[in-house]
């Protein structure tokens, strides 16, 4: 996983079902290109299914998955277009952050996560020891990612993988993560029966995607096996916090803080690509809201200048890498704090805003084209081009450049 981000890849993942995620926001992992490769492209059936097999086989070789162990693990393999109609299905709406925060944080999943450091607490003080990254934070990917080991999915992950590579809007991808997939196999971590995960091929306590879980899943336990599958969690929590070490996670530095800007903060300053000093912060009037130390890193905020603020450091990123969402990794950090018996965020959000639609994000992005701005794109997912072309219109209508896409916004380009 180092250097990628892991994607949401099942309807099982807490986390999805509170943002309505998709796939898109994992990393894909490298399994080696499979562009030639011809696909059913929305046309499937089980005859082509197969014949597709029959033509992968050579490739798969080729990448290091011995004839044996693909002939097994594909020898039941059939079509399933169940599957491949989760992949297509998006959803209109996704939760504005304050209500998926809401749900990350609230419920059971704090008293859980508890009950959790309490049970494991030796496992975990010895993780922390090995890798340098805290309890809270290990335990609130887990409950983000599987509901403490609730929702791990029981989908044969080969068949699934393969169904998706061969008729799936990704199949590059997908064939890819199928080659990953049969190599853990070979390496007798687990056998193919018991090689189960979501829909979409994310395995284990904390949803590992094949590719992943070959650069960065540990024998925490020294069984001679990575096991990310049983009901013992150890190897998978050990194994997410090798990779967040290994993404840039920095030992004994906060994941950031929340802060409080100062009146006629110039939001020009605000995002990931302004890094600045805890000292140079503070010059500019900025100051934690827990009255402790600002670091260095950069500010966001995710809701513009009517909601709260954030200061993070490189190991927020660090949670970025596992999954390439400021929503995701918010909800990793404030999970985290709460599981620590830490404050949670002091700032209000604009909770009275409306949620706009992916059509309605995909018609301000267009506006913004036409306008002269560039959004890198029209796909009703406002990313970073989007959220610095929305700046860049603020600017030149003299509005404060939070970024920030509201339905007052779409009104005023429609205007």
Known sequence: ???????????????????????????????????????????????????????????????????????????GAHYQPSIVALDGKQSEFSKPIWEYLDGAVGGSRTSTGRQMAATYGSTLSAIER??????????????????YGANRGNTQTVPALATLAYDGRRGEFFAGELVSALRIIQAGDVDNSHLVGSWAGAMGHTQFMPSSFLSHAVDFNGDGRRDIWSNDPTDSLASTASYLRENGWRPG????????????????????SVVKSGGQWQAMGVRAANGGAVPSGAILAPAGARGPAFLITDNFRAILKYNASDSYALGVAYLGESIAGRSGIRGSWPRGDRTLSNTEKAEIQRLLMAKGFDTGGVDGKLGSKSVDAVKAYQRSRGMVPDGYADAQLLGMLRG
């Open 1 to 75: 996983m180092t250097g990628r981000n892991l994607r949401f890849a099942t309807a099982t993942l807490l986390v999805c079902a509170l943002a309505s995620c998709g796939v898109s926001n994992r990393t894909p992992g490298a399994g080696g290109n499979y562009s030639g490769l011809p696909t059913a492209g929305g046309h499937g059936s089980e005859a082509g299914f197969q014949n597709w097999v029959v033509s992968f086989r050579p490739r798969a070789i080729g990448a290091g998955v011995s004839p044996q162990v693909f002939d097994s693990a594909m020898a």
């Open 130 to 147: 090995r890798y340098g990254v805290p309890r809270e934070i290990v335990l609130a990917v887990w409950g983000m990612e599987s509901n």
């Open 253 to 272: 530095q906060p994941w950031g803080t929340e802060v409080i800007l100062p009146q006629g903060f110039d939001y020009n300053q605000v995002g990931k």
